[in-house]
C-alpha cells in the first residue's frame, strides 16, 4: 500500500519552460490536493479536487493548471515555469469523512532558474 | 484572513524539558483541528487530531474553545522531536495550515 505517490522528486527547470507535476494515491479518495512550500509561509493551497471531475481554486492558482486525470490521479501542470515557483509541492488526498486527515506524498523539490 | 496561527517560527528546548507549541485558529464554526509533524526533508506526517483525544509519541493537545486555542504540549522533550510543526484547521473541503514551528530539542 503505497498511499500518496508523487513524481518526479526532483527537477530542475529554466525561466519559461514547462512540467506536469504527477500524483496519483491508492486509499480510494475523493478528494486530493496540491500545496506548495515555502519557508516562512508554510503550506499554501494551490488546487483541489473534490472529487472526479471536479477542480477548484486555492489560495494561490496563479500560474498553474490541474487535472484530475481520474480518481486516482491529480496532476499539477506549469506552462510557463517563474523563479517565483521555486518551491516544494505536496500532493494529498483525503477521504471523505468530515474529520478525515490530510494524507502526504514525499513532495517535489523544484528550481527554476 | 489567516485561519490558523503559529507564533513561534523556532523553539528550542533542552531534552527533557517541557515544550508547548502554540496554535490559535479563526473560525467562527465548530472547528476540526489537527497537528502535523515533518522531519527533515520528509513528507508531512499526522501526529494527532483533536476529534480522537490521543496522545501520539507523547504529545497531547486541547481545544480550547474560550482562547480558540489548540497548543501541543509534551512534558519531556526527546532529540527525535526535532522537526518542523504544522497545526491546520479543516473548513468544509479546505485545510488551512499556520507557518509551522521548527522544534530543536537540544541534548
Known amino acids: 500500500n503505497a498511499g500518496v505517490t508523487q513524481t518526479p522528486k526532483f527537477q530542475v527547470l529554466k525561466t519559461g519552460q514547462s512540467m506536469t507535476l504527477q500524483c496519483a494515491q491508492d486509499?480510494?479518495?475523493?478528494?486530493m490536493y496540491w500545496y506548495r512550500q515555502d519557508p516562512g509561509m508554510g503550506l499554501r493551497l494551490i488546487y483541489y479536487s473534490a472529487s472526479e471531475g471536479t477542480t477548484d481554486k486555492g489560495e494561490v492558482p496563479n500560474g498553474y493548471n490541474v487535472s484530475r486525470l481520474n480518481k486516482r490521479e491529480f496532476s499539477l501542470r506549469l506552462e510557463s515555469a517563474a523563479p517565483s515557483q521555486t518551491s516544494v509541492y505536496f500532493c494529498?488526498?483525503?477521504?471523505?469523512?468530515?474529520?478525515?486527515?490530510?494524507?502526504f506524498g514525499n513532495g517535489t523539490r523544484l528550481t527554476v532558474t | 484572513a489567516q485561519r490558523v496561527t503559529q507564533p513561534e517560527k523556532l523553539l528550542s528546548v533542552f531534552k527533557g524539558a517541557p515544550v508547548e507549541l502554540k496554535c490559535n485558529y479563526s473560525?467562527?464554526?465548530?472547528?476540526?483541528l489537527f497537528w502535523y509533524v515533518q522531519y527533515s526533508r520528509q513528507r508531512l506526517q499526522l501526529l494527532l487530531r483533536h476529534i480522537s483525544r490521543e496522545s501520539i509519541k507523547g504529545f497531547t493537545a486541547d481545544l480550547n474553545k474560550g482562547e480558540t486555542s489548540f497548543h501541543l504540549k509534551k512534558p519531556f522533550a526527546q532529540e527525535e522531536d526535532s522537526a518542523m510543526y504544522y497545526c491546520?484547521?479543516?473548513?468544509?473541503?479546505?485545510?488551512?495550515f499556520g507557518t509551522g514551528t521548527s522544534l530543536t530539542v537540544i541534548p
Open positions: 491546520a484547521l479543516i473548513t468544509g473541503n479546505q485545510f488551512y
Open positions: 486509499m480510494n479518495h475523493n478528494s
Open positions: 473560525y467562527s464554526g465548530s472547528p476540526e
Open positions: 494529498a488526498s483525503r477521504g471523505t469523512d468530515y474529520n478525515s486527515p490530510l494524507h
